[in-house]
């Protein structure tokens, strides 16, 4: 197994490093950027579930991917106690955290509309498969979700119609890697983020903490499929 980001302060170190010498002597280098996007299919736990059980959403991959190669040609501008390091890394993402992961575009279809964003600021993954066109990898990381929530059912004993649920949680993702070519991929997987548990009511307090049951969002699910493009930038630092 190969592992994508082993230790995230460590990676973090020799990463500044990395590039710090790179700096020094303004080399040119070329790191593919990826520019991903896809169909999501999300369920969410509770009454939103057994009102609708799909949502949908559009998934955003956008990041920089320096690959095992780019690593190897400059390892000697890497610290020695760090090298071996480097070998451990299969590849790196970097990404802006102010790009989201995902978009929440659900109109009502029947009773509840959803519309929101999702950010996954920070993640580490492991490789679990790594092949000449399948690349399979398991990622944990920290989000933050704001939704929309409108329902004529939902909220049908209350005086409102609308909810406004904001919440950090955890992500666990599988995720497939079909790799075409360099430059076309396609990828799929599963999603689950685990929330702080909010009340589901008009009158529902940001900052105050529910109960894990049904009465109560906590829990969301996903599926997904992206096309990526490998875009080739020529960096000079």
């Given at each position: 197994?190969?592992?994508?980001?082993?230790?995230?302060?460590?990676?973090?170190?020799?990463?500044?490093?990395?590039?710090?010498?790179l700096s020094?002597?303004?080399?040119?280098?070329?790191?593919?950027?990826?520019?991903?996007?896809?169909?999501?299919?999300?369920?969410?736990?509770?009454?939103?579930?057994?009102?609708?059980?799909?949502?949908?959403?559009?998934?955003?991959?956008?990041?920089?991917?320096?690959?095992?190669?780019?690593?190897?040609?400059?390892?000697?501008?890497?610290?020695?106690?760090?090298?071996?390091?480097?070998?451990?890394?299969?590849?790196?993402?970097?990404?802006?955290?102010?790009?989201?992961?995902?978009?929440i575009?659900?109109?009502?279809?029947?009773n509840?509309?959803?519309?929101?964003?999702?950010?996954?600021?920070?993640?580490?993954?492991?490789?679990?498969?790594?092949?000449?066109f399948?690349?399979?990898?398991l990622?944990?990381?920290?989000?933050?979700?704001?939704?929309?929530?409108?329902?004529?059912?939902?909220?049908?004993?209350?005086?409102?119609?609308?909810?406004?649920f904001?919440?950090?949680?955890?992500?666990?993702?599988?995720?497939?890697?079909?790799?075409?070519?360099?430059?076309?991929?396609?990828?799929?997987?599963?999603?689950?983020?685990g929330?702080?548990?909010?009340?589901?009511?008009?009158?529902?307090?940001?900052?105050?903490i529910?109960?894990?049951?049904?009465?109560?969002?906590?829990?969301?699910?996903?599926?997904?499929l992206?096309?990526?493009?490998?875009?080739?930038?020529?960096?000079?630092?």
């Amino acid at each position: 197994m190969n592992a994508v980001l082993f230790n995230f302060t460590t990676t973090i170190v020799l990463l500044t490093c990395f590039f710090s010498h790179l700096s020094a002597g303004k080399q040119e280098f070329s790191i593919p950027l990826n520019v991903g996007v896809g169909p999501e299919f999300n369920y969410y736990n509770g009454v939103i579930g057994k009102d609708q059980a799909i949502h949908y959403g559009i998934k955003i991959d956008m990041h920089a991917f320096i690959d095992k190669t780019v690593l190897e040609k400059n390892k000697n501008k890497i610290p020695k106690k760090f090298r071996k390091q480097v070998q451990k890394l299969s590849s790196v993402k970097i990404g802006k955290v102010y790009i989201p992961e995902s978009i929440i575009f659900s109109p009502k279809i029947k009773n509840t509309g959803i519309y929101g964003i999702n950010f996954r600021p920070v993640g580490a993954g492991l490789g679990l498969v790594s092949g000449a066109f399948l690349d399979v990898n398991l990622n944990l990381g920290l989000n933050l979700s704001y939704l929309f929530i409108h329902s004529d059912k939902l909220f049908e004993d209350e005086k409102g119609t609308v909810m406004h649920f904001l919440r950090p949680g955890l992500n666990a993702k599988l995720n497939f890697q079909f790799k075409f070519s360099r430059i076309f991929q396609l990828s799929s997987g599963f999603e689950g983020i685990g929330y702080v548990p909010q009340e589901m009511s008009v009158d529902s307090k940001i900052f105050e903490i529910g109960d894990f049951n049904n009465d109560n969002l906590w829990l969301m699910g996903q599926i997904y499929l992206m096309m990526n493009i490998r875009i080739p930038m020529m960096i000079k630092m």
